[in-house]
Nanobody, 116 residues
């Protein structure tokens, strides 16, 4: 069974940076496409970024140019480098596979709080 564990969140000032990590366990075939999602208080969960294979990436318009998704397939790790953080980036961040999203299976996420 696929397990995903997110880490790296924290409290940061506007304009700051954080790097989130996602550790995956299970069949590597399940991880061809990986995504980062976030859910802010009172809002629905939204897609932030995704990566297919080793380099095909896609970003939400709200984070383009600020966030970078990457992966280390050998270590089954996915990362989200977040720069120039804004107040509106405050949310719980999750990583997931398309199957996990479809089955509504989520990890515990990692809290990112941007505050001055």
């Amino acid at each position: 069974q696929v397990q995903l564990v997110e880490s790296g969140g924290g409290l940061v000032q506007p304009g700051g940076s954080l790097r989130l990590s996602c550790a995956a366990s299970g069949s590597i075939l399940s991880f061809n496409v990986m995504g980062w999602y976030r859910q802010a208080p009172g809002k629905e969960r939204e897609s932030v970024a995704s990566i297919a294979g080793s380099s095909r990436t896609n970003y939400a318009d709200s984070v383009k140019g600020r966030f970078t998704i990457s992966r280390d397939s050998a270590r089954k790790m996915v990362y989200l480098q977040m720069n120039s953080l804004k107040l509106e980036d405050t949310a719980v961040y999750y990583c997931n596979t398309p199957t996990g999203v479809r089955l509504n299976r989520w990890g515990q996420g990692t809290q990112v709080t941007v505050s001055s």
